[in-house]
């Protein structure tokens, strides 16, 4: 009798386990009627909102309460009523999030939501194979994309620049490389950035960006995102480096 409840507290407990593990992650909120959204990270031990936000991106809160029930705190409200379907997270009545897969990135809508990114023709220059996921930073330029929050504060023929699930002025851009040096240097001290820009963004703005990044000694070098219409995948031009 002894052995059948064994196994079956085993069952319990593996059930629980694996409802637990489908939180685990990176999720993005399905934008409000305004273009307002929000990430989440999910870890064992933490939720975090707006990770990636070089200005107000909230610390992680604890994953589970005093009581051990799992909690996402969201807004500044605790959150314990959460249902996962299909791969997307109730969160209350009104929020949802998607879950989001790292390495596909660029294929992620609401990553690129607020910069259009119709990527450039392949050219014949040598390719090169994308650094291993843990040793590259992304970064988005290009102008608004239409229907977008940011559409409607600046002129469509402007040039944005988004890291990661923010948009960050160009004078930023020397703090978001030193904020990702520190989260990056205890495992790798180096990184590549990888520079998705718009068929429509200038020359000289790709060449500004590296001449404002070169100094960081830390930025192994700099990549830039091509498409192969032929073969429908992407491809990746060195631009320099180490």
């Known amino acids: ?58 610390w992680p809160f604890n994953r589970f309460d005093e009581n051990g029930k799992e909690v996402i705190v969201f807004l500044m409200e605790e959150c314990k009523d959460f249902e996962i379907r299909y791969d997307t997270l109730f969160l209350t009545e009104l929020f949802k999030f998607t879950r989001v897969h790292e390495n596909n990135h660029l294929t992620d809508y609401f990553t690129n939501s607020m910069v259009q990114l119709n990527l450039p023709k392949t050219t ?65 001290p180096n990184y590549w950035l990888l520079i998705n820009a718009d068929s429509s963004t200038s020359q000289l ?19 830039l995102t091509r498409f192969n219409y032929e073969q429908d995948r992407l491809e990746f031009e060195k631009l320099n480096g180490k």
């Open 1 to 58: 009798m002894r052995i059948i409840q064994l196994l079956l507290l085993t069952l319990v407990f593996l059930s629980c386990r694996t409802e637990t593990d489908e939180l685990l992650g990176h999720w993005h909120s399905v934008p409000l009627e305004d273009g307002t959204y929000w990430t989440l990270d999910v870890t064992d031990t933490s939720t975090q909102i707006n990770k990636y936000d070089i200005w107000n991106g909230e």
């Open 124 to 188: 014949p220059a040598s390719q090169l194979e994308l650094p291993e996921i843990k040793q590259w930073v992304p970064i988005y330029v290009g102008p608004p994309k239409k229907g977008s929050e940011l559409s409607e504060l600046i002129n469509s023929d402007s040039t944005c620049i988004q890291t990661w699930d923010v948009t960050i002025n160009y004078q930023d851009l020397e703090k978001f490389a030193q904020q990702e040096y520190k989260k990056w240097s205890p495992k790798n």
């Open 205 to 223: 703005v790709i060449d500004s960006i590296r001449t404002t990044l070169e100094p960081f000694n830390f930025i192994e070098g700099f990549i």
